[in-house]
């Protein structure tokens, strides 16, 4: 049964930092590639980010430089690591399995919520 499970999610200031977490079980992690997406209240989900198999990385133009997407596939986790947080920053964030084994695979999402 595959699984994807966020984490780190949380209420934080303006200009803070969180880490988020996407737990992986029941799929080869180490061969898919993942991303990180969000959905704010009444707004379309939308991506933010992806890594490959092997480390490469891509960001939407909205979080390059403030938010950096890593892997650690011996923990077969995901992560999003998230700087200089703004109000519009809130949403619901989610992981999936963009390609690989489980493509197109969502976990549950976490709530990120950023106070002026």
């Known amino acids: 049964q595959v699984r994807l499970v966020e984490s780190g999610g949380g209420l934080v200031q303006a200009g803070g930092s969180l880490r988020l977490s996407c737990l992986s079980s029941g799929t080869d992690f180490s061969r898919n590639v993942m991303g990180w997406y969000r959905q704010a209240p009444q707004k379309q989900r939308e991506f933010l980010a992806s890594i490959s198999a092997g480390g490469s990385t891509n960001y939407a133009d909205s979080v390059k430089g403030r938010f950096t997407i890593s892997r650690d596939n011996g923990k077969d986790t995901l992560f999003l690591q998230m700087n200089n947080l703004k109000p519009d920053d809130t949403a619901v964030y989610y992981c999936?399995?963009?390609?690989?084994?489980?493509?197109?695979?969502w976990g549950q999402g976490t709530q990120v919520t950023v106070s002026s």
């Open positions: 999936r399995v963009i390609s690989g084994s489980a493509t197109n695979f």
